[in-house]
């Protein structure tokens, strides 16, 4: 008997409570879609890296391939680059699909296949920043690991960025790392760098989500930045039974 008037008290308190509609509009979040801190972690590990009078970084990176059936094919690299006051470069490419190997001696850039024995060397200009530029632009020539070069250096790409957050800590390879996600038209990219007074890039992300197949691009980073180098590291000498070839323009191809 007495538990009627219990019942009826809590009915009525739901009665008096704000009914909740469908059309209500969610709790608003003042969480900023792109987080100043993090993009400013993103444009100081770049002002460091550009800061450098020499470094040398390994890496070893994973890529997605997607065939015309839509099938991914997942294939390995090992990756070297070597940079002297950022107006030499020496690259190294080997992987499943192809081994590379870059000069550039901040007068001329030199592409080789050592497996294959051919080599072919343009004229460059003496900045890297824009040496890099015209061999990707003027030849399609990607050199490894460019990306190092890139981060945070044009305000175009920061502004790009629809989404900056950070996830939290990590360690890569023993050393404990602050984790990133960043997301912009057509791309989703995660980055791990060093927490220490030295902003290094610990591993990098990248995800093409314009593509069905969502293929990857990863690869992990081992840095030295104390190397020995010497000059003659970045030109070219061709070897015994070499054979130089002409460099086309990627535009000259296209023409064709």
């Given at each position: ?27 608003a979040d ?65 992987g499943?699909v192809?081994?590379?190997e ?38 399609g ?11 945070g ?92 070839i ?11």
């Open positions: 008997m007495t538990a009627k008037p219990r019942v009826f008290c809590l009915l009525l308190t739901l009665a008096l409570l704000p009914a909740a509609h469908a059309e209500d509009p969610p709790a003042d969480t900023p879609l792109v987080n100043p801190q993090v993009v400013d972690k993103l444009i100081d590990m770049g002002d460091y890296l550009r800061s450098l009078p020499k470094f040398q970084v390994e890496a070893d990176v994973s890529r997605d391939t997607v065939l015309e059936s839509g099938q991914k094919i997942k294939t390995e690299s090992v990756n070297t680059l070597k940079v002297l006051n950022h107006e030499r470069l020496y690259a190294r490419s080997e499943d192809r081994t590379r870059l000069y550039y001696n901040g007068k001329q850039l030199t592409q080789y296949a050592p497996y294959l024995k051919y080599y072919t060397t343009v004229e460059a200009p003496p900045k890297l920043s824009d040496a890099l530029h015209r061999f990707e632009d003027y030849y020539i990607q050199v490894p690991l460019e990306d190092l070069f890139l981060f250096s044009d305000q175009a790409q920061i502004d790009a960025l629809k989404e900056a957050a950070y996830v939290g800590p990590s360690r890569i390879n023993g050393q404990l790392c602050d984790h990133l996600a960043f997301r912009q038209e057509g791309t989703d990219w995660q980055l791990w760098i060093t927490r220490a007074e030295k902003p290094l890039p610990c591993k990098l992300v990248i995800t093409t989500t314009d593509s069905p197949s969502f293929p990857e691009y990863i690869a992990v980073y081992r840095w030295n930045l104390k190397p020995t180098l010497q000059e003659s590291m970045f030109t070219f000498k061709p070897g015994k039974g070499d054979v130089a002409p460099l086309k323009k990627v535009t000259a191809q296209a023409g064709q």
